[in-house]
């Protein structure tokens, strides 16, 4: 499945911005999703996560409460709501899909990414 982030942005603190993830191919249902983050000279990081089948979540724990992962299936498309962004949260966001069984926080589990995008948070 390939994969396209969009939604990325500047926004000031406090404010919010939904992600969206966009997948070609058919088998979109029959893949758990996930986001990640980079923010310049760190290792990317789990963000979010979402079951293929009943649609558990999975949040880090410096988002829970603030971000919430959500997909359709009938449009193939992931989303990612952030609300209360703080500059912290800035980081490129990428998509992932994972088709097989395994933990969604470990990068290694998912199979396909998106090429991500910029979100920039001002203080």
């Known amino acids: 499945v390939q994969l396209q982030a969009t939604g990325g942005g500047l926004v000031q603190a406090g404010g919010s911005l939904r992600l969206s993830c966009a997948a070609s191919?058919?088998?979109?249902?029959?893949?758990?999703m996930g986001w990640f983050r980079q923010a310049p000279g760190k290792e990317r990081e789990f963000v979010a996560g979402i079951s293929w089948s009943r649609g558990i979540t999975y949040y880090a724990d410096s988002v829970k409460a603030r971000f919430t992962i959500s997909r359709d299936n009938g449009k193939n498309t992931a989303y990612l709501q952030m609300n209360s962004l703080q500059p912290e949260d800035t980081a490129v966001y990428y998509c992932a899909a994972k088709a097989y069984v395994g933990s969604y926080y470990s990068s290694d589990g998912y199979n396909s990414w998106g090429q991500g995008t910029q979100v920039t948070v001002s203080s």
């Open positions: 191919g058919r088998t979109f249902s029959s893949y758990g």
